[in-house]
């Protein structure tokens, strides 16, 4: 009985090593999140490409959405109100980030001067924006904002009644996003 005894512990050791060789490691993947984007704009967004690292869907919510935490994107054609920001900044201490995306305009091939005045508002053309909830961004919000701001500027182009923003606008949008030092070289940008 004693040598059966002293047998299994001589080949104990070796057991424990073919058996920790054969079992597969194991890895843990963390599963990709889709982010809900909100779509207040009247803007049909089903043909927009997508984002395959960072994937997310378009539904119809409004200010109460963002407002209430529901989501944390909103694509609006307007601009907040005076008591619709101060609601929110009630809410959530702080104010949400503020990127122009495109303008509802067919004017082609526009000068710099017909983009200032379209894009500033002065001309009367909706301006298509994103808010963004978020007092520090994180890597999904990032990329889906430069998505928005720079990516799909060419399928905003291909839109009827859409105009892409200027260069100028989307390193403003780098700007608010954190992503770009401001210059102040013949003014803002």
């Known amino acids: 009985m004693m040598k059966k005894i002293m047998l299994c512990l001589l080949f104990l050791p070796f057991t424990s090593v073919l058996y920790a060789q054969s079992v597969e490691p194991v890895v843990l993947v963390e599963p990709i999140v889709e982010t809900v984007i909100a779509n207040n704009s009247g803007i049909d967004f089903s043909s927009l ?6 994937p997310f869907v378009i539904r119809d919510a409004s200010f109460e959405s963002m407002n209430n935490a529901e989501i944390s994107l909103l694509l609006s054609n307007k601009k907040w109100t005076d008591e619709q920001m101060a609601d929110y900044k ?4 702080h104010s949400p980030l503020l ?3 495109a303008a509802f305009s067919d004017l082609k091939d526009a000068s710099m001067e017909q983009q200032a005045e379209i894009f500033s508002g ?17 890597p999904q919000q990032e990329a889906l904002a430069l998505h928005f701001s720079e990516t ?16 100028r606008l989307q390193e403003r949008n780098r700007v608010v996003l954190g992503l770009l030092a401001p210059q102040f070289v013949d003014g803002y940008k």
């Open 122 to 138: 002065r001309a009367g053309d909706q301006i298509l924006y994103l808010y963004i909830m978020a007092l520090k961004l994180g």
């Open 99 to 101: 990127l122009t995306i």
């Open 49 to 54: 490409p997508a984002l395959a690292e960072h």
């Open 152 to 167: 799909v500027q060419p399928w905003f182009e291909e839109q009827n009644l859409l105009m892409a923003i200027p260069e």
């Open 90 to 93: 009630q809410s959530h201490q």
